[in-house]
């Protein structure tokens, strides 16, 4: 099956490294014009050289504000992915409020305004589109010293369903991918002790973790029209994790 996004326009975030940047890159290779958005000046500087022709824009998603300034003047965007997020790694009990609220405002709130602001855009043109919010395993099972970081994508899962349910009479689908542990260079890094590995290998059926490539080829199916018909969906990129 093959995708051509040509003459898309694509906006993702957190677009500096791991995923996102993988996402990028997949997005040029199939035709879309794509707006790199990160907090990170250098990876931008960095992806900009390797994959010609991105637009970037520098902002922490995490101010309200700033990002409303930094999108003020984006243009028209036709597809869009909500792959920001941060980890916050820490026990229930030493859970902080700046923990939870510096994780909610980065992996849910700005998920909530880049979502409007390209969605009232698209109303505005009386064009349909797609959006794609980045999820996790975690949203659906609990895992150890990841309060925060479950409940944020708990909220994420739902937060697409509501906005599939508002925005689809305006032709505009909505669905999320939910990985488990990603090998980019921080999945490498993280889970490169076998000990630690096999606890989670051990409830994936298909028996490894998801490569970059696994959870880009599930995104760019739900942007495609290919997946037309498919809207309010969490899409498992998890090897079965969450039927075991």
Not at 96 to 109: G, I, W
Not at 143 to 168: F, P, R, W
Not at 179 to 194: H, I, K, L, Q
């Amino acid at each position: 099956m093959e995708i051509s996004l040509a003459g898309r326009r694509a906006l993702v975030t957190g677009a500096g490294k791991g995923i996102g940047r993988e996402l990028v890159k997949a997005l040029r290779k199939v035709g879309a014009q794509v707006i790199a958005l990160s907090r990170s000046s250098e990876d931008l500087q960095s992806l900009a050289k390797e994959c010609p022709g991105v637009e970037t824009i520098c902002v922490d998603l995490g101010d309200w504000s700033a990002t409303e300034a930094a999108l003020k003047s984006i243009g028209p965007v036709d597809l869009l992915v909500n792959n920001a997020a941060i980890a916050i790694i820490e026990p229930f009990l030493e859970v902080t409020q700046e923990s939870f609220d510096k994780s909610f405002a980065v992996n849910v709130r700005a998920a909530i305004l880049v979502s409007q602001i390209v969605a009232r855009q698209m109303i505005e043109r009386g064009v349909g589109g797609s959006i794609v919010n980045v999820s996790s395993q975690a949203s659906q099972a609990a895992i150890q010293n990841h309060a925060v970081y479950c409940s944020t994508k708990g909220g994420l899962d739902m937060l697409t369903k509501v906005m599939a349910l508002e925005l689809g009479p305006k032709k505009i689908r909505v669905n999320c991918v939910n990985p488990t542990v990603v090998m980019t260079a921080m999945g490498r890094a993280n889970w490169s002790d076998p000990q630690k590995a096999e606890s989670m290998l051990s409830r994936i059926p298909i028996g490894r973790f998801a490569e970059v490539e696994d959870v880009v080829n599930s995104i760019l199916f739900l942007l495609s029209d290919k997946s037309g018909m498919t809207t309010g969906a969490c899409l498992p990129v998890d090897g079965g994790y969450l039927v075991s």
